[in-house]
Protein backbone atom coordinates (compact mmCIF):
# COMPACT_ATOMS: atom_id res chain seq x y z
CA UNK A 1 0.00 0.00 0.00
CA UNK A 2 1.52 3.50 -1.05
CA UNK A 3 -1.54 6.58 -0.31
CA UNK A 4 -1.68 9.67 0.25
CA UNK A 5 -4.22 10.51 3.27
CA UNK A 6 -5.83 13.44 4.41
CA UNK A 7 -7.44 13.89 7.85
CA UNK A 8 -11.37 13.96 7.98
CA UNK A 9 -11.30 17.70 8.57
CA UNK A 10 -9.33 17.48 5.12
CA UNK A 11 -6.18 18.70 6.02
CA UNK A 12 -3.57 16.99 3.60
CA UNK A 13 -1.57 14.72 6.27
CA UNK A 14 0.90 12.64 4.27
CA UNK A 15 1.15 9.27 2.72
CA UNK A 16 1.18 5.33 4.04
CA UNK A 17 4.33 3.27 2.79
CA UNK A 18 3.61 -0.57 3.46
CA UNK A 19 2.67 -0.80 7.19
CA UNK A 20 3.83 2.90 8.08
CA UNK A 21 2.30 6.11 8.13
CA UNK A 22 4.91 9.26 6.83
CA UNK A 23 4.00 12.81 7.37
CA UNK A 24 4.09 15.25 4.28
CA UNK A 25 7.46 16.01 5.25
CA UNK A 26 8.98 12.13 5.18
CA UNK A 27 8.74 11.13 8.83
CA UNK A 28 7.83 8.26 9.87
CA UNK A 29 5.29 8.58 12.66
CA UNK A 30 2.75 5.56 13.03
CA UNK A 31 2.20 2.49 12.31
CA UNK A 32 -0.77 0.29 10.89
CA UNK A 33 -2.00 -2.89 12.60
CA UNK A 34 -5.23 -4.69 11.46
CA UNK A 35 -7.79 -5.67 14.17
CA UNK A 36 -10.97 -6.97 13.61
CA UNK A 37 -11.05 -5.30 9.98
CA UNK A 38 -10.62 -2.39 11.25
CA UNK A 39 -6.76 -0.51 9.87
CA UNK A 40 -5.51 1.11 13.09
CA UNK A 41 -2.27 3.65 14.08
CA UNK A 42 -0.11 3.26 16.59
CA UNK A 43 2.36 5.80 16.82
CA UNK A 44 6.12 4.92 16.63
CA UNK A 45 7.69 6.29 19.24
CA UNK A 46 5.19 5.18 22.64
CA UNK A 47 2.75 2.85 20.53
CA UNK A 48 -0.50 4.35 21.61
CA UNK A 49 -3.14 4.46 19.75
CA UNK A 50 -3.28 7.89 17.34
CA UNK A 51 -6.44 6.56 15.21
CA UNK A 52 -7.42 4.47 11.98
CA UNK A 53 -8.05 4.67 8.34
CA UNK A 54 -11.36 4.94 6.94
CA UNK A 55 -13.13 5.63 3.73
CA UNK A 56 -9.78 4.25 2.27
CA UNK A 57 -7.87 7.45 2.82
CA UNK A 58 -9.09 9.17 5.72
CA UNK A 59 -7.80 9.53 9.44
CA UNK A 60 -10.00 9.88 12.23
CA UNK A 61 -9.60 9.02 16.09
CA UNK A 62 -11.79 6.80 18.02
CA UNK A 63 -12.67 8.08 21.38
CA UNK A 64 -13.15 4.35 22.80
CA UNK A 65 -9.72 3.46 21.22
CA UNK A 66 -7.74 5.85 23.00
CA UNK A 67 -6.78 3.66 25.62
CA UNK A 68 -5.04 0.96 23.05
CA UNK A 69 -1.32 0.66 22.81
CA UNK A 70 1.18 -1.78 20.99
CA UNK A 71 4.73 -2.18 21.19
CA UNK A 72 6.96 0.46 19.87
CA UNK A 73 8.49 0.26 16.95
CA UNK A 74 11.74 1.11 15.46
CA UNK A 75 11.47 4.87 13.70
CA UNK A 76 12.52 3.84 9.47
CA UNK A 77 14.24 6.46 7.99
CA UNK A 78 12.95 9.62 6.98
CA UNK A 79 11.82 9.91 3.53
CA UNK A 80 12.11 12.75 1.15
CA UNK A 81 9.41 15.08 1.74
CA UNK A 82 6.79 15.21 -0.76
CA UNK A 83 4.56 18.56 -1.66
CA UNK A 84 1.74 18.83 0.50
CA UNK A 85 -1.53 17.39 -1.67
CA UNK A 86 -4.44 19.95 -2.01
CA UNK A 87 -6.52 19.95 1.30
CA UNK A 88 -10.21 17.99 0.51
CA UNK A 89 -13.34 18.85 1.65
CA UNK A 90 -14.52 17.99 5.81
CA UNK A 91 -16.46 15.41 6.17
CA UNK A 92 -19.46 15.28 9.06
CA UNK A 93 -17.33 14.28 12.37
CA UNK A 94 -19.10 10.75 13.32
CA UNK A 95 -20.18 10.27 16.51
CA UNK A 96 -17.93 8.43 19.31
CA UNK A 97 -15.06 10.34 17.09
CA UNK A 98 -12.40 13.24 16.74
CA UNK A 99 -10.30 14.81 14.57
CA UNK A 100 -6.78 12.66 13.84
CA UNK A 101 -3.80 14.36 15.01
CA UNK A 102 -2.19 17.13 12.36
CA UNK A 103 1.34 16.36 11.35
CA UNK A 104 2.49 18.96 13.22
CA UNK A 105 1.84 17.39 16.26
CA UNK A 106 3.24 14.44 16.09
Do not use: C, Q
Request: glycine share 12%.
Amino acid sequence: MNAWVWTWGGTSFGFLDGDALFTHDGRHVGFLDLDGGHLLIFAVADGRYLGEVKDGDRLITKHSRLNRRRSRRARRTNRMARMRRMNRMPRMMRIGYEEFPAPEHL
